[in-house]
């Protein structure tokens, strides 16, 4: 893996997080609502975003190196979300957990979310794709790291997708 030097990891094995989110499918055609005050979302496909499939594949990678040991999936969102879940247990991840709330959420309460996720849950390296393909926000890993008070590093896996590394001090 080229994100990090191996050597700034201890030797043990990591407690890692991935954050997952379910969105529109990236191949749908989006309709605009007939009120115009958003996009139709009744009856359209969704998926996991795009850039936490990519996270999900780089903390397997993570496993498959003997960095980690323990990889959990989390999601924000409705009993909707579960599919997702579904797709990272699919794609690798050892356990999954759902926080439930709605699915118009700020990007504070999914940060303060996994940050008590975080703490319950021990973890240790927490990876993240750089935003979602749904609303671009690019908010909630800064936001988590400042709740945490973790240091963050923004890199490039190797097909030059950004993920966000955290973990902890």
């Not at 990236?26 to 609502?33: E, M, Q």
């Not at 005050?37 to 999900?56: Q, T, W, Y």
């Not at 780089?58 to 498959?64: D, T």
Request: with cysteine; glycine share 4%; aromatic share 4%.
């Amino acid at each position: 893996l080229s994100l990090l030097p191996l050597s700034i990891f201890p030797i043990m094995s990591l407690r890692l997080l991935v954050g997952v989110k379910r969105v529109i499918d990236y191949a749908v055609k989006i309709r605009v609502r007939p009120d115009a005050l958003g996009i139709v979302k009744d009856n359209v496909k969704h998926s996991m975003n795009p850039f936490d499939e990519i996270a999900v594949e780089e903390a397997g990678r993570l496993r498959e190196k003997k960095i980690a040991d323990d990889l959990l999936a989390v999601t924000v969102g409705s009993n909707a979300s579960q599919e997702t879940l579904r797709t990272a247990l699919a794609m690798g991840a050892d356990r999954a957990l759902q926080v439930v709330a709605a699915d118009e959420l700020e990007p504070r309460v999914v940060a303060s979310a996994l940050a008590e996720v975080v703490k319950r849950e021990n973890i240790q390296l927490v990876v993240l794709g750089k935003q979602a393909i749904d609303d671009d926000c690019n908010q909630v890993a800064q936001m988590l790291a400042g709740k945490l008070n973790w240091a963050q590093v923004r890199k490039r896996n190797l097909r030059g997708c950004l993920l966000v590394l955290m973990w902890w001090r």
